[in-house]
C-alpha cells in the first residue's frame, strides 16, 4: 500500500516493529494505540531486533503477535518476574512488558513492587482501564467506586469491596524507579503525551537508569457498556480525576532526557 | 578433582555452578538455604546473575523468564516453597524450555517440619502443576550422586526441553560426607533455535504456553507424550545391590534407599538372600527391572519416608505377580536400619498374600509399634 503514495504525501503507516496480524481487539478499544505508540518508539530508537516483549494475561495475552520482535508469554501477574529473568541474563536487550490492570495491580502485585524496588532495569506499560477485559467485564482493583462491573453489579461498595489503587503513585515511592508517569490515551494531545512518556521510558532502560513505568487510562466500551466515544469521554470525566495524569518520579539521571 | 568434605546443599550449587549454571533465583527456606547463600556468594563474582525474589513464585518466573533465552539456568526450594512454584513448572512445561529444579524435601502436609521427608513425591512425579507434562524427577541418595545428578540434570533438561526435578531429601542437603566435585566447565551460551534472544538478524520467536485451538493444544499435548516415550526409553536409572540370587528385594528411593542398603547387608549376613533396588530417576520409573524381578522373587519391600507413594508405582509395575509389603516413616521420621532389617526378616519369614493395599497392614504395625 505504501507504494500507492509518494513518499511526501505519507502521513500515516504501519511502524516497522508491527507485524501485519489484524487485530483481535474490539472496536473502539485503545489497546491497539497504546501498541502503536510502543511500536513507534521502538522504529525511532532502532531498537527493534534487540528487544523482547513479556505478553500478560488478559485481553493483550496475544500482544506477542503485533511486534516484531521476540516475545515470551507470562503466567498472569508474572510478567516483571520473567522479565527480570530475562533482563539479568540479557542485559543488554530491551525487556517490557505490556500488563493490564488485574495482572499488575492484583495479582500481579508483589512482582510489580519487587521489581521497581530492585530498580529491575525493564519497561512496563501499564494498562489501567478499571476492568477485567477478558474474561466479561470484572471488577478490576482499579475499578471506581460505585463502578458497575459484572462482580460489582451494585457498584463498587468500597466498605466491603475495597478502593482503587492508584499504582504510579505507588511505584514513585520505590527508590528503585527511575520513571514512573501516568497518560491517558482518551484524545490525541494525551496520546502524543503518552508516546513520548513510552520513548522517555524506553531510553530510561536503555541508559540502565532503573525501573520505568508509564500507566496509560485506557477505555473497554465493550465491558463499560458503552460507545468507543462515550468511553473515550468517561475516561476525560470519571478516570482522569481519580487517577491524576502526571509524571510522578523523574530520578536525576532521567530529567535530562529529551 | 579431590574428595572433599562437602555438605549437600553447597555441593549441589557449586556442581550447578561447574556444570555452566548462568542464573539462578530462589527465596530462603529450610532446609535448603544453604543452596540460595552459596549462589549468593559465587554467582556475582562469576559475573553471573543470581536473584534473592520476593517468592517462590517470583523465583520459578524469573527462571521460566531466563529459560527461555537458552541459558543454563535452576531453581531451588523446600517442599512448602515448591508447591508456590507449580504454576511455573507447569508453564515452562507447556512452553517446552529446559529449566532445573531442586527440591530438598521435608515433613508435610502444610508447614510440617524441617526434617527429611519423602513427601514430594506424588508432586513431583505425577503431580504440582495442571495438565500434562513430563517430568525428570532423579533422587539422589549421597552427596556425590546429587553432585552427579546435578550436573546430568542439565544435559537432561536440555535435551529433552523439560523441567528436570531433583528431588533430595533434607538430610540430603544438610548432612556433609566426602564427595569429589566435577571440574569447572566454562558458560557455553547455545544459541538454541527456539531461545527468544533477541531476533537480531533472524525471524522473531515466540515462547509460549498458549495454544487457544484445542486442536493445537491437542497436538502440543501429543507431542510432549512424545518426549516422554523417549525419556523412558534412554533415561531410566537405577541401582541394583545383591539382586542376582534375592528371594526379596526391598524398594527404597534417596535416604529411604542408602538406609535400606545398609539393612539388606545385615540381613545377608545372617543368611536372607535380600537384594535392594533404588530408583535413582523416579520418573522415568524403572517399571521394566521391577517386572523383570516380580517373575523371580517372592516379595517385595517398599521403604519410604512417606505414606506410601513410590509404593503405588512398584505395585503397577509387578503386577500383583508376588505380595508387596511397605513400610513407610512419614512426617520427617527417619527409618533406622534395625527396623528395616526387622521388616526385612518378617517378610522372610511370614506367609505373605497379595493385599490389594498394603498400607492398611503396615498402618496396624505402625500402631503396635507406637504402643
Given at each position: 500500500m505504501v507504494a500507492l503514495v509518494k513518499p511526501e504525501n505519507l502521513v500515516y503507516s504501519r511502524p516497522q516493529a508491527f507485524t501485519e496480524f489484524p487485530t483481535h481487539y474490539c472496536p473502539g478499544c485503545t489497546h491497539g494505540v497504546a501498541h502503536r505508540l510502543i511500536a513507534e518508539?521502538?522504529?525511532?530508537?532502532?531498537?527493534?531486533?534487540?528487544?523482547?516483549?513479556?505478553?500478560?494475561?488478559?485481553?493483550?495475552?496475544?500482544?506477542?503477535?503485533?511486534?516484531?520482535?521476540?516475545?515470551?508469554?507470562?503466567?498472569?501477574?508474572?510478567?516483571?518476574?520473567?522479565?527480570?529473568?530475562?533482563?539479568?541474563?540479557?542485559?543488554?536487550?530491551?525487556?517490557?512488558?505490556?500488563?493490564?490492570?488485574?495482572?499488575?495491580?492484583?495479582?500481579?502485585?508483589?512482582?510489580?513492587?519487587?521489581?521497581?524496588a530492585r530498580g529491575e532495569n525493564i519497561t512496563v506499560v501499564f494498562i489501567n482501564n478499571a476492568i477485567y477485559g477478558m474474561t466479561g467485564g470484572q471488577m478490576a482493583p482499579t475499578t471506581l467506586p460505585g463502578m458497575k462491573t459484572t462482580s460489582s453489579p451494585l457498584g463498587r461498595d468500597v466498605e466491603t469491596q475495597g478502593f482503587p489503587i492508584r499504582m504510579a503513585e505507588i511505584l514513585s515511592n520505590m527508590d528503585g524507579a527511575g520513571y514512573i508517569v501516568r497518560r491517558s490515551l482518551h484524545d490525541p494531545k494525551n496520546i502524543r503525551m503518552a508516546k513520548k512518556a513510552i520513548r522517555i521510558a524506553f531510553e530510561t532502560q536503555a541508559r540502565g537508569l532503573g525501573f520505568s513505568m508509564v500507566e496509560l487510562l485506557s477505555t473497554c466500551p465493550t465491558n463499560w457498556g458503552i460507545s468507543p466515544l462515550e468511553s473515550l469521554a468517561w475516561v476525560e470525566e470519571h478516570m482522569v480525576p481519580a487517577y491524576p495524569l502526571g509524571d510522578y518520579k523523574v530520578a536525576e539521571g532521567v530529567a535530562g532526557i529529551k | 578433582m579431590p574428595r572433599e568434605l562437602l555438605k549437600g546443599n553447597e555441593a549441589m550449587a557449586e556442581a550447578a555452578i561447574r556444570a555452566g549454571l548462568e542464573a539462578y533465583f530462589g527465596y530462603p527456606i529450610t532446609p535448603q538455604t544453604e543452596i540460595l547463600e552459596h549462589f549468593s556468594k559465587r554467582l556475582p563474582e562469576l559475573g553471573r546473575a543470581f536473584v534473592q525474589a520476593e517468592s517462590e513464585v517470583a523465583a520459578i518466573n524469573m527462571i521460566y523468564g531466563a529459560a527461555c533465552t537458552?541459558?543454563?539456568?535452576?531453581?531451588?526450594?523446600?517442599?512448602?516453597?515448591?508447591?508456590l512454584m507449580m504454576e511455573g513448572i507447569s508453564y515452562i512445561a507447556g512452553t517446552e524450555i529446559p529449566a532445573v529444579l531442586i527440591n530438598v524435601m521435608r515433613g508435610g502436609p502444610g508447614l510440617g517440619n524441617i526434617a527429611p521427608a519423602q513427601g514430594d513425591y506424588f508432586q513431583a512425579v505425577y503431580g504440582g502443576g495442571h495438565g500434562d507434562y513430563p517430568r525428570i524427577v532423579l533422587a539422589p541418595s549421597t552427596v556425590q550422586e546429587a553432585i552427579d545428578l546435578t550436573v546430568l540434570s542439565f544435559d537432561l533438561a536440555e535435551k529433552y526441553r523439560t523441567v528436570v526435578i531433583l528431588i533430595a531429601d533434607g538430610s540430603i542437603g544438610q548432612m556433609m560426607e566426602p564427595a569429589e566435585l566435577p571440574e569447572m566447565r566454562p558458560v557455553k551460551r547455545v544459541d538454541w533455535p527456539w531461545a527468544t534472544n533477541g531476533a537480531i538478524g533472524r525471524e522473531r520467536r515466540i515462547l509460549s504456553s498458549i495454544y487457544i485451538d484445542p486442536n493445537e493444544e491437542e497436538v502440543t499435548n501429543l507431542r510432549l507424550f512424545e518426549r516422554w516415550k523417549e525419556i523412558q526409553k534412554n533415561e531410566v536409572r537405577y541401582k541394583e545391590y545383591y539382586c542376582d540370587d534375592a528371594d526379596f528385594v526391598v524398594v527404597g528411593f534417596g535416604t529411604a534407599g542408602r538406609v535400606a542398603l545398609s539393612s539388606v547387608r545385615a540381613a545377608r549376613q545372617q543368611g536372607i538372600k535380600v537384594g535392594l533396588l533404588r530408583p535413582v530417576s523416579v520418573s522415568p520409573f524403572p517399571f521394566q527391572a521391577l517386572d523383570e524381578l516380580s517373575k523371580r522373587v517372592q516379595a517385595f519391600l517398599v521403604v519410604e519416608m512417606n505414606m506410601g507413594q513410590m509404593l503405588n508405582d512398584v505395585m503397577m509395575a509387578t503386577k500383583g505377580r508376588v505380595p508387596v509389603e511397605f513400610h513407610g516413616r512419614p512426617g520427617g521420621v527417619v527409618p533406622f536400619p534395625d527396623e528395616i532389617l526387622a521388616e526385612i526378616r518378617r517378610v522372610a519369614t511370614t506367609k505373605l498374600t497379595v493385599a490389594p493395599d498394603p498400607r492398611h497392614a503396615w498402618y496396624d504395625r505402625m500402631m503396635e509399634m507406637m504402643k
Open positions: 518508539v521502538l522504529d525511532e530508537m532502532a531498537i527493534t531486533e534487540r528487544t523482547i516483549g513479556v505478553a500478560p494475561v488478559g485481553c493483550s495475552v496475544f500482544a506477542y503477535n503485533y511486534f516484531d520482535c521476540d516475545f515470551v508469554e507470562a503466567a498472569h501477574g508474572r510478567a516483571p518476574a520473567m522479565a527480570t529473568g530475562i533482563k539479568r541474563v540479557l542485559p543488554e536487550r530491551i525487556v517490557f512488558t505490556y500488563q493490564g490492570d488485574g495482572d499488575l495491580a492484583s495479582i500481579g502485585m508483589a512482582e510489580i513492587m519487587h521489581a521497581a | 537458552g541459558a543454563r539456568v535452576m531453581g531451588s526450594s523446600s517442599s512448602p516453597g515448591v508447591s
